[in-house]
């Protein structure tokens, strides 16, 4: 599942099936891992956003997100979220990605990451510019422990340009 496929879904509470509202996007950790999602709301001026830690949820597939209970919803600091996927300060979406020894694979346009497996990113679709998708596709380059999100840039180990695959529109194919 890529996660640019779940942004809007409606969140309900699985307690009262109340809707409690849309994803805006997803909080994630250094280590590749998706911690929550942010949902859609937050006042103009205001430093804190509405967010859903991972472990409060209950399910979710193509049409809802389930979480526990409404009182899974926080008010968490814009600050404190150390990356985000679409928007914020620290995003993925559109980030270069470069080899360690200096390589440009291109820029990530969506997050893979499967159901079964949990909370665990599973690979990058990166983008070569809108000519090169057109001609050749978006690549697929499967995460890492090597991988690090840096300031500018996810760096990746030296032979990843090896490593890339024709994207596709799910893991499992």
């Not at 928007?87 to 559109?94: A, D, H, P």
């Amino acid at each position: 599942m890529k996660l640019q496929e779940m942004i809007g879904l409606a969140v309900f509470d699985v307690e009262s099936g109340k809707e409690i509202g849309k994803i805006h996007d997803f909080i994630l950790d250094k280590n590749w891992l998706i911690t929550g999602l942010e949902l859609e709301g937050k006042a103009l001026f205001s430093s804190h956003v509405k967010t859903v830690s991972w472990a409060d949820i209950a399910a979710y597939g193509e049409d809802a997100v389930m979480i526990r209970s409404e009182k899974a919803v926080q008010k968490t600091g814009a600050d404190d979220i150390p990356f985000t996927y679409l928007l914020g300060r620290r995003k993925l979406k559109e980030m270069q990605v470069l080899t360690e020894d200096g390589v440009l694979l291109g820029r990530i346009s969506d997050v893979y990451f499967e159901q079964e497996q949990g909370n665990t990113i599973l690979g990058l679709e990166i983008s070569d510019g809108f000519v090169s998708d057109l001609i050749e596709g978006r690549k697929w380059l499967p995460c890492t422990t090597e991988m690090a999100i840096g300031e500018n840039a996810v760096m990746v180990p030296p032979m990843s340009e090896q490593r890339l695959e024709k994207a596709i529109n799910s893991v499992n194919g």
